[in-house]
Protein backbone atom coordinates (compact mmCIF):
# COMPACT_ATOMS: atom_id res chain seq x y z
CA UNK A 1 0.00 0.00 0.00
CA UNK A 2 2.87 2.47 0.62
CA UNK A 3 3.96 2.05 -2.84
CA UNK A 4 0.34 3.00 -4.34
CA UNK A 5 0.47 6.24 -2.21
CA UNK A 6 3.99 6.96 -3.23
CA UNK A 7 3.95 6.22 -7.25
CA UNK A 8 2.25 9.01 -8.47
CA UNK A 9 1.70 6.62 -11.62
CA UNK A 10 -0.89 4.90 -9.44
CA UNK A 11 -2.12 8.13 -7.91
CA UNK A 12 -5.37 7.98 -9.65
CA UNK A 13 -7.18 10.03 -7.25
CA UNK A 14 -7.39 13.51 -9.57
CA UNK A 15 -8.03 11.62 -13.06
CA UNK A 16 -11.42 11.91 -12.76
CA UNK A 17 -11.92 15.36 -11.67
CA UNK A 18 -9.30 16.38 -14.81
CA UNK A 19 -11.39 14.06 -17.24
CA UNK A 20 -14.40 15.52 -15.88
CA UNK A 21 -13.39 19.26 -16.26
CA UNK A 22 -12.09 18.66 -19.68
CA UNK A 23 -15.57 17.24 -20.94
CA UNK A 24 -17.46 19.90 -19.15
CA UNK A 25 -15.70 22.86 -20.70
CA UNK A 26 -15.77 21.19 -24.09
CA UNK A 27 -19.22 20.72 -24.36
CA UNK A 28 -19.94 24.29 -22.45
CA UNK A 29 -17.47 26.20 -25.35
CA UNK A 30 -19.58 24.21 -28.35
CA UNK A 31 -22.67 25.16 -26.34
CA UNK A 32 -23.86 21.68 -25.97
CA UNK A 33 -24.28 22.09 -22.30
CA UNK A 34 -25.45 25.11 -21.01
CA UNK A 35 -24.76 26.78 -17.67
CA UNK A 36 -27.39 25.69 -15.30
CA UNK A 37 -27.48 22.35 -16.30
CA UNK A 38 -23.26 22.46 -15.73
CA UNK A 39 -24.37 23.72 -11.90
CA UNK A 40 -26.66 21.23 -11.49
CA UNK A 41 -24.01 18.25 -12.10
CA UNK A 42 -21.37 19.74 -9.92
CA UNK A 43 -24.47 19.99 -7.01
CA UNK A 44 -25.47 16.88 -7.76
CA UNK A 45 -21.69 15.50 -7.30
CA UNK A 46 -22.11 17.56 -3.59
CA UNK A 47 -24.98 15.38 -3.20
CA UNK A 48 -24.18 12.00 -4.08
CA UNK A 49 -22.55 11.21 -0.76
CA UNK A 50 -24.61 12.99 1.04
CA UNK A 51 -27.75 10.86 -0.20
CA UNK A 52 -25.11 7.50 -0.05
CA UNK A 53 -24.30 8.54 4.18
CA UNK A 54 -28.29 8.72 4.86
CA UNK A 55 -28.51 5.04 3.30
CA UNK A 56 -26.00 3.96 5.17
CA UNK A 57 -27.02 5.26 8.44
CA UNK A 58 -30.32 4.41 7.81
CA UNK A 59 -29.94 0.87 7.03
CA UNK A 60 -27.47 0.46 9.61
CA UNK A 61 -24.51 -0.43 6.82
CA UNK A 62 -21.86 0.95 9.35
CA UNK A 63 -18.62 -1.64 8.55
CA UNK A 64 -14.97 -0.31 8.12
CA UNK A 65 -15.62 -1.10 4.12
CA UNK A 66 -18.73 0.87 4.07
CA UNK A 67 -17.34 4.07 6.47
CA UNK A 68 -14.02 4.23 4.07
CA UNK A 69 -15.49 4.08 0.93
CA UNK A 70 -18.17 6.80 1.92
CA UNK A 71 -15.36 9.20 2.84
CA UNK A 72 -13.15 8.54 -0.27
CA UNK A 73 -16.41 8.84 -2.74
CA UNK A 74 -17.12 12.26 -0.74
CA UNK A 75 -13.68 13.62 -0.62
CA UNK A 76 -13.54 12.82 -4.68
CA UNK A 77 -16.45 14.05 -5.62
CA UNK A 78 -16.25 17.25 -3.66
CA UNK A 79 -13.11 17.94 -5.84
CA UNK A 80 -14.87 16.94 -9.15
CA UNK A 81 -17.43 19.28 -7.98
CA UNK A 82 -15.17 22.26 -7.44
CA UNK A 83 -13.09 22.16 -10.14
CA UNK A 84 -16.54 21.80 -12.25
CA UNK A 85 -17.43 25.12 -10.98
CA UNK A 86 -13.96 26.64 -11.03
CA UNK A 87 -13.93 25.46 -14.93
CA UNK A 88 -17.58 26.57 -15.62
CA UNK A 89 -16.45 30.25 -14.18
CA UNK A 90 -13.52 30.19 -16.92
CA UNK A 91 -15.45 29.10 -19.42
CA UNK A 92 -18.67 32.29 -19.02
CA UNK A 93 -15.73 34.68 -18.41
CA UNK A 94 -14.24 33.16 -21.93
CA UNK A 95 -17.52 33.17 -23.59
CA UNK A 96 -18.34 36.92 -21.87
CA UNK A 97 -15.18 38.07 -23.59
CA UNK A 98 -16.16 36.99 -26.69
CA UNK A 99 -19.61 38.19 -26.97
CA UNK A 100 -17.60 41.87 -26.50
CA UNK A 101 -14.97 41.58 -28.16
CA UNK A 102 -15.71 44.25 -31.14
CA UNK A 103 -13.43 41.93 -33.10
CA UNK A 104 -15.42 39.03 -32.74
CA UNK A 105 -18.89 40.61 -32.71
CA UNK A 106 -17.54 42.29 -36.40
CA UNK A 107 -16.62 38.73 -37.59
CA UNK A 108 -19.63 36.99 -36.08
CA UNK A 109 -21.83 40.28 -38.22
CA UNK A 110 -19.99 38.32 -41.26
CA UNK A 111 -22.21 35.08 -41.02
CA UNK A 112 -25.57 36.89 -40.27
CA UNK A 113 -25.43 38.98 -43.41
CA UNK A 114 -24.55 35.51 -45.44
CA UNK A 115 -28.53 33.89 -45.36
CA UNK A 116 -30.83 33.16 -42.78
CA UNK A 117 -29.89 29.49 -42.78
CA UNK A 118 -26.29 30.21 -41.59
CA UNK A 119 -27.30 32.41 -38.55
CA UNK A 120 -29.54 30.20 -37.19
CA UNK A 121 -26.74 27.59 -37.66
CA UNK A 122 -23.95 30.33 -36.15
CA UNK A 123 -26.57 30.95 -33.19
CA UNK A 124 -26.67 27.72 -32.45
CA UNK A 125 -22.67 27.44 -32.19
CA UNK A 126 -21.90 31.04 -31.14
CA UNK A 127 -18.21 30.67 -32.26
CA UNK A 128 -17.80 27.51 -33.63
CA UNK A 129 -18.88 26.94 -36.45
CA UNK A 130 -19.58 23.49 -37.98
CA UNK A 131 -17.37 21.98 -40.74
CA UNK A 132 -20.56 21.57 -43.64
CA UNK A 133 -21.00 25.47 -43.49
CA UNK A 134 -17.50 26.10 -44.91
CA UNK A 135 -18.60 26.55 -48.59
CA UNK A 136 -21.57 29.16 -47.08
CA UNK A 137 -18.93 31.28 -44.85
CA UNK A 138 -16.47 31.57 -48.11
CA UNK A 139 -18.79 33.24 -49.99
CA UNK A 140 -19.79 35.70 -47.83
CA UNK A 141 -17.47 36.12 -44.50
CA UNK A 142 -15.04 38.34 -45.34
CA UNK A 143 -15.44 42.02 -44.84
CA UNK A 144 -15.84 44.54 -48.00
CA UNK A 145 -13.91 47.03 -46.02
CA UNK A 146 -10.47 47.11 -44.31
CA UNK A 147 -10.34 47.61 -40.61
CA UNK A 148 -7.08 48.31 -39.02
CA UNK A 149 -5.66 46.11 -36.13
CA UNK A 150 -2.71 46.13 -33.89
CA UNK A 151 -1.62 42.84 -32.81
CA UNK A 152 1.19 40.88 -31.12
CA UNK A 153 2.63 38.03 -33.18
CA UNK A 154 2.71 34.88 -31.16
CA UNK A 155 4.29 32.65 -33.70
CA UNK A 156 6.92 33.30 -36.24
CA UNK A 157 6.06 34.08 -39.85
CA UNK A 158 5.70 31.21 -42.23
CA UNK A 159 5.29 29.84 -45.51
CA UNK A 160 1.46 29.65 -46.66
CA UNK A 161 -0.14 27.64 -49.43
CA UNK A 162 -3.34 30.10 -49.41
CA UNK A 163 -3.34 31.61 -53.31
CA UNK A 164 -1.90 35.57 -53.22
CA UNK A 165 -0.06 35.67 -49.69
CA UNK A 166 3.53 34.83 -48.41
CA UNK A 167 2.99 33.71 -45.32
CA UNK A 168 0.79 33.67 -41.64
CA UNK A 169 1.28 33.65 -38.20
CA UNK A 170 -0.97 33.56 -35.63
CA UNK A 171 -1.04 36.40 -33.14
CA UNK A 172 -3.12 38.45 -30.19
CA UNK A 173 -5.26 41.24 -31.06
CA UNK A 174 -4.73 44.35 -29.26
CA UNK A 175 -6.77 46.99 -30.35
CA UNK A 176 -9.73 47.43 -34.02
CA UNK A 177 -9.46 50.47 -35.09
CA UNK A 178 -13.05 50.95 -37.64
CA UNK A 179 -14.33 55.04 -38.94
CA UNK A 180 -11.76 56.58 -36.35
CA UNK A 181 -12.88 54.62 -33.68
CA UNK A 182 -10.67 52.58 -31.44
CA UNK A 183 -11.93 50.07 -29.07
CA UNK A 184 -9.13 46.83 -27.55
CA UNK A 185 -9.45 43.35 -28.26
CA UNK A 186 -7.86 40.31 -27.03
CA UNK A 187 -9.25 38.02 -30.26
CA UNK A 188 -6.72 35.41 -31.25
CA UNK A 189 -6.77 35.65 -34.92
CA UNK A 190 -4.31 34.31 -37.75
CA UNK A 191 -2.59 36.79 -40.27
CA UNK A 192 -2.37 36.50 -43.43
CA UNK A 193 0.67 38.54 -45.62
CA UNK A 194 2.79 39.71 -47.52
CA UNK A 195 5.64 42.08 -47.66
CA UNK A 196 7.66 43.20 -44.33
CA UNK A 197 5.46 41.43 -42.13
CA UNK A 198 6.85 37.93 -43.48
CA UNK A 199 9.72 39.09 -41.92
CA UNK A 200 8.24 39.66 -38.60
CA UNK A 201 9.44 37.90 -35.15
CA UNK A 202 7.58 36.57 -32.26
CA UNK A 203 6.73 39.26 -29.83
CA UNK A 204 6.56 42.16 -32.20
CA UNK A 205 3.34 44.32 -32.45
CA UNK A 206 2.27 45.64 -35.44
CA UNK A 207 -0.55 47.88 -36.90
CA UNK A 208 -1.66 47.23 -40.23
CA UNK A 209 -4.90 47.28 -42.12
CA UNK A 210 -6.51 43.93 -43.44
CA UNK A 211 -9.87 42.24 -44.07
CA UNK A 212 -11.50 40.38 -41.70
CA UNK A 213 -13.01 36.89 -42.36
CA UNK A 214 -14.43 33.62 -40.70
CA UNK A 215 -11.94 31.12 -39.57
CA UNK A 216 -12.34 28.05 -42.29
CA UNK A 217 -10.19 25.74 -39.88
CA UNK A 218 -8.06 25.97 -36.61
CA UNK A 219 -9.74 27.58 -33.23
CA UNK A 220 -8.92 31.25 -34.01
CA UNK A 221 -11.83 33.46 -33.79
CA UNK A 222 -10.86 35.06 -36.95
CA UNK A 223 -8.47 35.17 -40.00
CA UNK A 224 -6.83 38.81 -40.69
CA UNK A 225 -5.45 39.06 -44.45
CA UNK A 226 -3.45 42.07 -46.21
CA UNK A 227 -1.82 42.30 -48.96
CA UNK A 228 0.53 44.94 -49.41
CA UNK A 229 0.34 47.70 -51.57
CA UNK A 230 3.12 48.28 -54.31
CA UNK A 231 3.76 51.79 -54.63
CA UNK A 232 6.41 54.06 -56.26
CA UNK A 233 9.30 55.75 -54.50
CA UNK A 234 8.81 58.77 -56.93
CA UNK A 235 7.67 62.22 -55.76
CA UNK A 236 4.71 62.01 -58.49
CA UNK A 237 2.21 59.75 -56.19
CA UNK A 238 -0.76 61.98 -56.31
CA UNK A 239 -2.71 59.29 -58.44
CA UNK A 240 -1.15 56.18 -57.01
CA UNK A 241 -2.50 57.76 -53.25
CA UNK A 242 -5.86 58.21 -54.25
CA UNK A 243 -5.89 55.01 -55.63
CA UNK A 244 -4.55 53.58 -52.64
CA UNK A 245 -7.34 55.67 -50.34
CA UNK A 246 -9.83 54.37 -52.11
CA UNK A 247 -9.08 51.27 -51.85
CA UNK A 248 -8.06 51.13 -48.16
CA UNK A 249 -10.55 53.51 -47.18
CA UNK A 250 -9.37 55.60 -44.67
CA UNK A 251 -6.08 53.92 -43.48
CA UNK A 252 -3.79 54.84 -46.62
CA UNK A 253 -0.34 55.16 -45.48
CA UNK A 254 1.35 58.56 -45.70
CA UNK A 255 5.12 59.50 -46.15
CA UNK A 256 5.62 58.92 -41.99
CA UNK A 257 3.48 56.09 -41.37
CA UNK A 258 2.64 53.42 -43.99
CA UNK A 259 -0.05 50.94 -44.36
CA UNK A 260 1.16 48.60 -42.62
CA UNK A 261 4.35 49.18 -39.52
CA UNK A 262 5.80 47.59 -36.64
CA UNK A 263 4.75 49.45 -33.22
CA UNK A 264 7.11 47.50 -30.82
CA UNK A 265 10.04 45.72 -31.43
CA UNK A 266 10.26 42.46 -29.47
CA UNK A 267 12.34 41.83 -26.49
CA UNK A 268 15.79 41.03 -26.37
CA UNK A 269 16.03 37.42 -25.96
CA UNK A 270 13.40 37.25 -28.63
CA UNK A 271 15.85 39.07 -31.25
CA UNK A 272 18.32 36.56 -29.47
CA UNK A 273 16.26 33.45 -30.44
CA UNK A 274 15.08 34.38 -33.81
CA UNK A 275 19.04 35.10 -34.75
CA UNK A 276 19.47 31.58 -33.17
CA UNK A 277 16.48 30.11 -35.76
CA UNK A 278 17.97 31.89 -38.97
CA UNK A 279 21.62 30.76 -38.56
CA UNK A 280 20.47 26.82 -37.48
CA UNK A 281 18.05 27.34 -41.32
CA UNK A 282 20.70 28.62 -42.94
CA UNK A 283 22.91 25.61 -42.38
CA UNK A 284 19.70 23.15 -42.62
CA UNK A 285 19.50 24.84 -46.33
CA UNK A 286 22.32 23.52 -47.11
CA UNK A 287 21.55 19.50 -46.98
CA UNK A 288 19.47 17.36 -49.28
CA UNK A 289 15.77 17.98 -49.44
CA UNK A 290 14.61 15.22 -47.42
CA UNK A 291 16.83 16.18 -44.92
CA UNK A 292 16.19 19.99 -45.18
CA UNK A 293 12.62 19.22 -44.30
CA UNK A 294 13.05 16.93 -41.57
CA UNK A 295 15.74 18.11 -39.34
CA UNK A 296 14.33 21.55 -38.45
CA UNK A 297 10.65 19.28 -37.70
CA UNK A 298 12.50 16.53 -35.28
CA UNK A 299 14.67 19.87 -33.65
CA UNK A 300 12.00 22.48 -33.19
CA UNK A 301 9.14 21.36 -34.69
CA UNK A 302 8.67 23.74 -37.62
CA UNK A 303 9.07 21.83 -41.18
CA UNK A 304 11.62 22.91 -43.64
CA UNK A 305 8.99 23.51 -46.37
CA UNK A 306 7.56 26.22 -44.35
CA UNK A 307 10.54 28.66 -43.92
CA UNK A 308 10.45 31.16 -46.00
CA UNK A 309 13.80 32.02 -47.20
CA UNK A 310 13.90 28.13 -48.48
CA UNK A 311 10.27 27.45 -50.63
CA UNK A 312 10.63 26.03 -53.43
CA UNK A 313 8.15 24.44 -55.39
CA UNK A 314 10.16 20.78 -55.66
CA UNK A 315 10.74 21.30 -51.97
CA UNK A 316 6.87 21.77 -51.61
CA UNK A 317 5.82 19.04 -53.02
CA UNK A 318 8.65 16.63 -51.08
CA UNK A 319 7.20 18.12 -47.77
CA UNK A 320 3.88 16.81 -49.12
CA UNK A 321 5.08 13.45 -49.95
CA UNK A 322 6.63 13.37 -46.77
CA UNK A 323 4.31 14.10 -44.43
CA UNK A 324 1.72 11.51 -46.10
CA UNK A 325 3.90 8.82 -45.58
CA UNK A 326 4.52 10.20 -41.69
CA UNK A 327 0.84 10.37 -41.43
CA UNK A 328 0.10 7.00 -42.57
CA UNK A 329 3.01 5.36 -40.76
CA UNK A 330 1.58 6.52 -37.12
CA UNK A 331 4.83 8.92 -36.21
CA UNK A 332 3.99 12.00 -37.81
CA UNK A 333 4.11 13.14 -33.95
CA UNK A 334 8.06 13.02 -34.34
CA UNK A 335 7.64 16.05 -36.68
CA UNK A 336 6.12 17.81 -33.74
CA UNK A 337 7.84 19.68 -30.78
CA UNK A 338 6.06 17.47 -27.59
CA UNK A 339 7.85 16.53 -24.47
CA UNK A 340 10.49 14.33 -25.88
CA UNK A 341 12.34 17.15 -26.32
CA UNK A 342 12.17 18.21 -23.03
CA UNK A 343 12.56 15.11 -21.16
CA UNK A 344 16.15 14.76 -23.17
CA UNK A 345 17.19 18.14 -21.80
CA UNK A 346 15.95 17.24 -18.35
CA UNK A 347 17.34 13.77 -18.23
CA UNK A 348 20.72 15.19 -19.53
CA UNK A 349 20.97 18.01 -16.67
CA UNK A 350 19.85 15.28 -14.01
CA UNK A 351 22.87 12.99 -14.91
CA UNK A 352 25.11 16.38 -14.98
CA UNK A 353 23.94 17.17 -11.28
CA UNK A 354 23.53 14.16 -9.99
CA UNK A 355 27.70 14.27 -8.53
CA UNK A 356 27.41 18.05 -8.02
CA UNK A 357 27.45 19.16 -4.07
CA UNK A 358 24.46 21.48 -4.90
CA UNK A 359 21.50 21.58 -2.35
CA UNK A 360 18.64 18.92 -4.00
CA UNK A 361 16.41 22.15 -4.67
CA UNK A 362 19.09 23.85 -6.77
CA UNK A 363 19.55 21.12 -8.46
CA UNK A 364 15.70 21.18 -9.09
CA UNK A 365 15.72 24.73 -10.04
CA UNK A 366 18.71 24.26 -12.48
CA UNK A 367 17.21 21.05 -14.26
CA UNK A 368 13.70 23.89 -14.32
CA UNK A 369 15.79 26.60 -16.20
CA UNK A 370 17.29 24.37 -18.62
CA UNK A 371 14.27 23.31 -19.66
CA UNK A 372 12.26 26.67 -20.16
CA UNK A 373 14.98 27.48 -21.61
CA UNK A 374 14.97 25.12 -24.10
CA UNK A 375 11.43 25.38 -24.70
CA UNK A 376 11.90 28.68 -25.29
CA UNK A 377 13.82 27.50 -28.53
CA UNK A 378 11.08 25.96 -29.73
CA UNK A 379 8.03 26.22 -31.90
CA UNK A 380 5.27 27.18 -29.55
CA UNK A 381 2.73 24.57 -29.71
CA UNK A 382 -0.35 23.23 -27.36
CA UNK A 383 1.54 20.17 -26.98
CA UNK A 384 5.06 21.75 -25.94
CA UNK A 385 2.43 23.91 -23.47
CA UNK A 386 1.35 20.80 -21.84
CA UNK A 387 5.16 19.46 -21.89
CA UNK A 388 6.44 22.78 -19.76
CA UNK A 389 3.29 23.18 -17.46
CA UNK A 390 3.76 19.58 -16.44
CA UNK A 391 7.56 19.96 -15.62
CA UNK A 392 6.75 22.77 -13.74
CA UNK A 393 4.36 21.44 -11.16
CA UNK A 394 7.02 17.88 -11.09
CA UNK A 395 9.46 20.15 -10.12
CA UNK A 396 6.98 22.28 -7.67
CA UNK A 397 6.54 18.81 -6.18
CA UNK A 398 10.56 17.82 -6.11
CA UNK A 399 10.95 20.84 -4.42
CA UNK A 400 8.48 19.79 -1.59
CA UNK A 401 10.34 17.26 -1.27
CA UNK A 402 8.07 14.87 -2.79
CA UNK A 403 9.04 12.31 -5.29
CA UNK A 404 7.92 12.81 -9.00
CA UNK A 405 4.07 11.81 -9.48
CA UNK A 406 3.74 11.82 -13.26
CA UNK A 407 0.08 10.83 -12.89
CA UNK A 408 -0.45 13.80 -10.85
CA UNK A 409 1.10 16.26 -12.36
CA UNK A 410 -0.20 15.35 -15.64
CA UNK A 411 -3.97 15.72 -14.65
CA UNK A 412 -2.87 18.90 -12.28
CA UNK A 413 -1.20 20.51 -15.80
CA UNK A 414 -4.33 19.62 -17.87
CA UNK A 415 -6.55 21.33 -14.80
CA UNK A 416 -4.46 23.98 -14.75
CA UNK A 417 -4.29 24.59 -18.39
CA UNK A 418 -8.02 24.23 -19.14
CA UNK A 419 -8.86 26.60 -16.22
CA UNK A 420 -6.45 29.26 -17.72
CA UNK A 421 -7.04 28.57 -21.43
CA UNK A 422 -10.42 26.88 -21.74
CA UNK A 423 -10.09 26.94 -25.48
CA UNK A 424 -7.42 24.44 -25.25
CA UNK A 425 -10.25 21.71 -24.26
CA UNK A 426 -11.06 21.64 -28.64
CA UNK A 427 -7.78 21.77 -28.95
CA UNK A 428 -6.95 18.72 -31.44
CA UNK A 429 -2.86 18.95 -30.29
CA UNK A 430 -3.59 19.35 -26.95
CA UNK A 431 -5.67 16.11 -26.86
CA UNK A 432 -3.29 14.25 -28.59
CA UNK A 433 -0.27 15.05 -26.38
CA UNK A 434 -2.03 14.46 -22.49
CA UNK A 435 -3.76 11.42 -24.27
CA UNK A 436 -0.37 9.86 -25.16
CA UNK A 437 1.08 10.44 -22.00
CA UNK A 438 -1.15 9.48 -20.06
CA UNK A 439 -1.69 6.15 -21.87
CA UNK A 440 2.51 5.94 -21.61
CA UNK A 441 1.92 6.60 -17.47
CA UNK A 442 -0.92 4.19 -17.17
CA UNK A 443 0.04 1.07 -18.99
CA UNK A 444 3.77 1.54 -20.27
CA UNK A 445 4.75 0.28 -16.83
CA UNK A 446 2.16 -2.82 -17.16
CA UNK A 447 2.32 -3.95 -20.43
CA UNK A 448 6.31 -3.74 -20.39
CA UNK A 449 6.35 -6.34 -17.64
CA UNK A 450 3.78 -8.39 -19.55
CA UNK A 451 6.07 -8.94 -22.47
CA UNK A 452 8.80 -9.13 -20.96
CA UNK A 453 8.19 -12.70 -19.61
CA UNK A 454 6.05 -14.07 -22.90
CA UNK A 455 8.04 -17.19 -24.18
CA UNK A 456 8.85 -15.77 -27.91
CA UNK A 457 11.16 -12.99 -26.94
CA UNK A 458 12.83 -16.28 -24.34
CA UNK A 459 12.43 -18.29 -27.75
CA UNK A 460 14.87 -15.80 -29.93
CA UNK A 461 17.67 -15.82 -27.92
CA UNK A 462 17.28 -12.38 -26.49
CA UNK A 463 19.02 -12.04 -23.11
CA UNK A 464 17.40 -10.75 -19.92
CA UNK A 465 18.51 -7.36 -20.29
CA UNK A 466 17.60 -7.01 -23.89
CA UNK A 467 14.22 -8.58 -23.46
CA UNK A 468 13.43 -5.71 -20.70
CA UNK A 469 14.52 -2.95 -22.91
CA UNK A 470 12.85 -4.56 -25.72
CA UNK A 471 9.49 -4.62 -23.99
CA UNK A 472 9.55 -1.40 -23.02
CA UNK A 473 10.30 0.23 -26.38
CA UNK A 474 6.97 -1.74 -27.76
CA UNK A 475 4.80 -1.17 -24.53
CA UNK A 476 5.94 2.90 -24.68
CA UNK A 477 4.53 2.74 -28.43
CA UNK A 478 1.52 0.47 -28.19
CA UNK A 479 0.27 2.34 -24.98
CA UNK A 480 0.72 5.69 -26.70
CA UNK A 481 -1.43 4.31 -29.90
CA UNK A 482 -4.06 2.89 -27.47
CA UNK A 483 -4.49 6.16 -25.95
CA UNK A 484 -5.16 8.41 -29.10
CA UNK A 485 -7.29 5.92 -30.40
CA UNK A 486 -10.24 7.47 -29.05
CA UNK A 487 -9.10 10.92 -29.49
CA UNK A 488 -8.61 10.70 -33.11
CA UNK A 489 -12.33 8.86 -33.39
CA UNK A 490 -13.93 11.64 -30.84
CA UNK A 491 -12.32 14.95 -32.54
CA UNK A 492 -11.26 13.57 -36.28
CA UNK A 493 -13.88 11.35 -36.49
CA UNK A 494 -11.13 8.44 -38.46
CA UNK A 495 -9.86 5.65 -36.59
CA UNK A 496 -5.96 7.02 -37.83
CA UNK A 497 -3.05 4.60 -38.81
CA UNK A 498 -3.32 1.07 -38.53
CA UNK A 499 -1.96 -0.28 -34.95
CA UNK A 500 0.09 -2.70 -36.34
CA UNK A 501 2.05 -0.44 -38.68
CA UNK A 502 2.27 2.49 -36.04
CA UNK A 503 4.04 0.08 -33.65
CA UNK A 504 6.53 -1.50 -36.00
CA UNK A 505 7.26 2.11 -37.40
CA UNK A 506 7.69 3.12 -34.01
CA UNK A 507 10.39 0.59 -33.00
CA UNK A 508 11.85 1.04 -35.96
CA UNK A 509 12.97 4.73 -35.35
CA UNK A 510 13.33 4.83 -31.79
CA UNK A 511 17.37 4.54 -31.61
CA UNK A 512 17.80 7.20 -33.86
CA UNK A 513 14.99 9.94 -32.59
CA UNK A 514 17.09 10.59 -29.53
CA UNK A 515 19.88 11.06 -31.98
CA UNK A 516 18.66 13.27 -34.30
CA UNK A 517 17.05 15.30 -31.79
CA UNK A 518 20.12 16.12 -29.57
CA UNK A 519 22.20 16.21 -32.94
CA UNK A 520 19.55 18.99 -33.94
CA UNK A 521 19.34 21.16 -30.81
CA UNK A 522 23.08 21.34 -30.74
CA UNK A 523 22.81 22.59 -33.88
CA UNK A 524 20.82 25.07 -33.29
CA UNK A 525 22.47 26.22 -30.41
CA UNK A 526 25.91 26.28 -32.12
CA UNK A 527 25.22 27.95 -35.53
CA UNK A 528 25.11 31.54 -34.71
CA UNK A 529 28.83 31.31 -33.45
CA UNK A 530 30.44 28.14 -35.54
CA UNK A 531 28.88 27.57 -38.51
CA UNK A 532 30.55 24.40 -39.55
CA UNK A 533 30.09 23.15 -36.51
CA UNK A 534 26.43 23.56 -36.77
CA UNK A 535 26.74 21.97 -39.94
CA UNK A 536 28.28 19.35 -38.70
CA UNK A 537 25.55 18.26 -36.26
CA UNK A 538 22.67 18.77 -38.92
CA UNK A 539 23.98 16.48 -40.99
CA UNK A 540 23.79 14.01 -38.42
CA UNK A 541 20.66 14.65 -37.17
CA UNK A 542 19.82 14.62 -41.32
CA UNK A 543 20.97 11.50 -41.86
CA UNK A 544 18.90 10.18 -38.45
CA UNK A 545 15.99 12.17 -40.47
CA UNK A 546 16.91 9.94 -43.90
CA UNK A 547 16.15 6.77 -41.38
CA UNK A 548 12.88 7.95 -40.22
CA UNK A 549 11.57 8.61 -44.16
CA UNK A 550 12.72 5.44 -44.93
CA UNK A 551 11.19 3.36 -42.45
CA UNK A 552 8.21 5.40 -42.79
CA UNK A 553 8.08 4.76 -46.31
CA UNK A 554 8.98 1.20 -45.75
CA UNK A 555 5.60 1.20 -43.10
CA UNK A 556 3.34 3.01 -45.78
CA UNK A 557 4.36 0.12 -48.47
CA UNK A 558 3.73 -2.61 -46.22
CA UNK A 559 -0.20 -4.20 -46.59
CA UNK A 560 -2.74 -3.00 -43.94
Known amino acids: MSYVNENGSRDYRLLPPALALWLVAALRLSHILSLKFGLFIALSFLLIPVALEIIRTRYSYRTPFTAWFTHMLSSQLAVTALALVIM ?59 VRITFELTTPALATAKKGFDCYADARALSLQRAQIVTASSA ?19 SMPAKLSLPQYGNQDAWAMKKEAKTSASTAQ ?8 SSTGSFAGSATQPLSYRVR ?49 DLHEREEELSQWFREAGIIHLLAVSGGHLALIREWAKRRLACSRLWASM ?80 LAHHWAQLMSKTWLLRALGFSAKSREKLSESLALTMSAQVAILPVQMLMLGQMGSSMLVAVLANFLVTPVVSVATIAGLLSLLTSWLLPWLGFAFAAVSGVCCEVMAWVAHFAVSLPH
Not at 291 to 304: D, F, K, R
Request: hydrophobic share 50%; glycine share 6%; with cysteine.
Open 363 to 442: KVMISLALVLACASLLFPSDSLLRAVVMACFTSVALLRGRPAQSLSALCWSVMGVLICAPYLALSVGFAFSCAAVGGIIL
Open 88 to 146: LISCEVLLMNQRSDPLIQLVASFSQQASHHTVQQTAHNSWRYSAQFATQRKKASTAREP
Open 188 to 206: RIRIFATGALCQAGVAQVW
Open 265 to 313: AAPAFRTLIASLHTAFLRQTRKLPPTQAILVPGVTMGISGADVLSSRHA
Open 238 to 245: GSENSSAS
